[in-house]
């Protein structure tokens, strides 16, 4: 490895022909910057699939009382009854395993009517009566201010923490928000806090779109009383909560009067499911992406294999010539092999740099140009471009094997004879 000599002789052997060295090193180098942009890309999506799903806490649900399918106790099908308060609490003391029961409650729709007021300025937003706890399932970023607490809850304060959109559709530019009035269906609330999402820039429509007020103000103001539209669930992160969303609705039905057997009666959404079946899929992809990588790779590695084969033909006499003046076997195979690794990992680690380029690139036009949806950050990890020299340096030795065995095998008197 270390012979100055034997390194002169594989450059001269690589030189010798340039234009074929070349278009046996191109094979390798366009598999692996393949193997590498196909990870890179398969990341790209699971990023931005995942960046929806960071939005929320992965390990939560939501649940929302539907009509029952099944008569039960004398009550008849297609009953409709409505999560309550008391639900909440039953639920926190029942389930020690759950991290946070967020009861919420809603009106109107940043895309229905008109519903909220500032002066001569009007919007239609999406209102959402909640509880403290529920930033820590959705994360947001507060810009200004705070977002609920306790003592607003208690004290039933008409506060509210607003989304970016909301400032821009009522408020003038440099207009300070902080302490100002809305009117929310004729009723006024203090501003107290605004906030963006944390991905997307803050631009994500429907959440940008919406006004938080206390859960306590939202049912006494609008008349709700203690029913709760729905309930954000999330489990302490030893435990799923799929695994404990069956035992939930158990409960759910003794309390409500629901048949045991009835699946409809609880709508539910389930956020762990849908994150698993997601990263199951990419795991899928990220496999494709090193299968086929590896099949375009092996092409370039045959190339090569090939192409010793001819360099060894071609070398027959000055192999026997080594034979005769006392090289041993290994002496010969081992030049050879040594040959085919340097042009192996020469060419594919060149690919993995040319790929680097690329997804640098790619990165550069999406900063610049603005978020692609469910397509953020395509990047492959180190372990990849550790695997990636692995697979060279075994191919490498795989594409010199054939063609020095073949080397090794002729015998000095033979080989000095062929002109």
């Not at 995942?50 to 009382?65: K, Q, R």
Request: glycine share 10%; charged share 20%.
């Amino acid at each position: 490895m270390f012979n100055k000599d034997r390194w002169n002789e594989i450059l001269e052997a690589l030189t010798a022909n340039k234009f074929r060295t070349f278009l046996t090193a191109f094979g390798v180098f366009w598999g692996i910057t393949i193997l590498v942009l196909l990870l890179a890309l398969t990341n790209g999506l699971k990023n931005g699939v995942e960046a929806g799903f960071s939005n929320f806490a992965t390990n939560s649900m939501f649940t929302w009382a539907q009509r029952t399918s099944i008569p039960y106790k004398g009550l008849p099908k297609g009953r409709r009854f409505n999560y309550k308060l008391d639900d909440v609490e039953a639920i926190k003391a029942e389930f020690p395993e759950l991290k946070y029961v967020s009861p919420r409650n809603s009106l109107g729709g940043y895309r229905g009517a008109n519903n909220v007021t500032r002066g001569t300025k009007i919007g239609a937003f999406q209102i959402y009566g909640d509880y403290p706890e529920f930033i820590n399932q959705l994360p947001m970023d507060i810009l200004q201010g705070r977002f609920i607490s306790y003592s607003d809850i208690n004290a039933k304060r008409k506060i509210c923490v607003i989304g970016i959109d909301v400032v821009r559709g009522l408020y003038d530019k440099e207009e300070d928000v902080i302490g100002s009035y809305i009117k929310i269906n004729g009723v006024n609330f203090m501003v107290v806090g605004t906030f963006k999402n944390p991905n997307s820039q803050g631009d994500k429509e429907e959440e940008a779109n919406t006004i938080y007020i206390p859960f306590t103000t939202f049912s006494q103001a609008f008349n709700f009383g203690d029913r709760v539209s729905w309930m954000a669930i999330t489990a302490h992160d030893v435990f799923s909560i799929t695994e404990v969303k069956e035992r939930v609705f158990s409960f759910l039905r003794t309390r409500h009067t629901v048949d045991p057997n009835d699946e409809r009666a609880f709508g539910h959404r389930d956020l762990s499911e849908r994150f698993a079946k997601v990263e199951g899929l990419f795991s899928i992809l990220t496999m494709i992406g090193y299968f086929v990588g590896a099949l375009i790779l092996l092409s370039g590695i045959i190339g090569i294999s090939n192409i010793m084969l001819i360099v060894v033909k071609e070398r027959t006499k000055e192999i026997g010539v080594r034979r005769a003046l006392g090289a041993t076997p290994w002496n010969i195979k081992g030049q050879i092999l040594q040959e085919s690794l340097i042009l192996t990992i020469l060419s594919g680690m060149t690919g993995v740099a040319f790929a680097g380029g690329i997804i640098w690139l790619a990165n550069y036009i999406l900063e610049n140009n603005g978020p692609v949806e469910n397509f953020a950050n395509p990047s492959v990890g180190m372990q990849v471009v550790f695997i990636a020299l692995t697979i060279l340096v075994v191919s490498g030795l795989l594409a010199g094997l054939i063609p020095a065995n073949s080397a090794t095998k002729m015998k000095p008197v033979d080989a000095l004879r062929i002109e």
